[in-house]
């Protein structure tokens, strides 16, 4: 059975209705997204209830509040800036959220244009990702980057798999860093 398979067949949880697929992103990066809004990441808080308790529970980024998933990928001020920045890139004006599926049920009704709401939910997933690779990096090699920085990694990261996996490519990098919406 595969991946998708597994998850889409799984009785015990409630994900997003209905959790939103897609190919423009890599698939471990989609199945991050889901795990994340289902809260079965490997958080300090997660760890800690499965016993394992050699992990600091507080937040990398903060340092004050208990990391948990929602908190480490939508409540920490440096998630907020974050999402703010790569919205903003956007073109969105947003409230902050407080939880993963609130971010996920956002971009699944965002606008009334199909292809700029699946390449928002690509971002997003992308977004989510890379928050993600900064905390370990910050947890587990020291490597301390700040959201902007984070915010740049993902508009890079997310425009090389837009280019390599898209039928229709992407524009030049240029005009992706001024708005998404030129490569459309
Ligand atoms: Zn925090």
């Known amino acids: 059975m595969s991946m998708r398979q597994t998850i889409d067949n799984s009785k ?15 698939l471990k990066v989609t199945c991050f997204a889901w795990h994340a809004e289902v809260d079965r990441i490997p958080s300090t808080v997660n760890l800690l209830q499965r016993g394992i308790f050699s992990v600091d529970k507080y937040c990398s980024y903060c340092g004050v509040v208990e990391e948990t998933t929602d908190h480490l990928l939508c409540g920490c001020p440096a998630a907020c800036t974050i999402t703010d920045l790569v919205f903003r890139w956007y073109g969105i004006q947003h409230s902050n959220f407080s939880y993963t599926s609130e971010v996920l049920e956002f971009v699944y009704n965002w606008g009334t244009c199909l292809n700029r709401r699946r390449m928002l939910i690509g ?3 992308g977004m989510l990702w890379c928050i993600w690779r900064a905390r370990n990096d910050r947890v587990f090699n020291n490597i301390k980057t700040n959201p902007e920085r984070v915010a740049n990694i993902i508009k890079s990261t997310v425009y090389l798999w837009f280019k390599h996996r ?17 490569c459309i």
């Open 12 to 26: 015990s949880i409630t994900p997003v209705d209905p959790f939103q697929w897609t190919k423009i992103v890599p």
């Open 123 to 125: 971002i997003c997933y």
């Open 166 to 182: 898209r039928r229709k490519g992407v524009c030049n990098w240029f005009d992706w860093t001024v708005s998404p919406f030129s």
